[in-house]
């Protein structure tokens, strides 16, 4: 007996079923293994990236200790400095309010008072590092800093000079630099940061004479800065607002 074509196709069918399917589920388990390390290798990324953050966290956190560290440091010398020169422009003042001023005195006070706005800087190059008054800090959003003068900022080797012409009234050796007064009648300018003098005590001084040598810090890849402040009897002045343009 012959068996219909229809029934002999059926086994051939079956078979290809089966050998579609197993190629599906071949098919069905690479993609899933493939996902599987997709998703491995996602998570090893993450895991990576997450150790790196944290010690990038942790780096970031011991150098902003380091440099709150810093900041304080400089801050007491600083501290340190404003207390010295206003102790000694107080002194100074005090003394000096017990005797008239001198003829010359009171013209080279009324001159320097004539000049405000138009003194020379007491720096021949450069550029202002540190403002005057209270501000924010540079780098920590939510710390003050409160400059009793101007810092100046200016290449290595260069020398302060005087803003006016005036007396020395006093050279003093802080925190391993020395400070300069100059007294312009009952004015007073200051320069502090000198690694080296060149005047004393006594002496008189033009406008634009060499004072002394800035240091430059080494701590600091040898910036050389002025700190310089004006004066009027006892109180502290904006020293921006005398130098010229």
Partial sequence: MRVPQALRLQPQRAALEINTQNTKLTQHKSDKQHALKTQKREQEALARDERKQQQMLKDLQKKEKELTAQLKKQQKKVDDLNKKITATIEKQTKEQAQVALTKEQQLISGNFEQNKGRLPWPIEKGFISGQFGKHQH?????????????????????????????????CFLMNGSYAVIVAHGNYRSVYAGLSRLNVKQGDKVIAKQKIGTIFSDPEQDNKTELFFQIWKDKTILNPSSWLAN
């Fill in 138 to 170: 540079p780098v920590y959003k939510d710390v003050t800093i409160d400059n009793k003068g101007i810092y100046l900022q200016t290449t290595a080797g260069a020398g302060a000079r005087a803003v006016f012409e005036g007396q020395v009234t006093s």
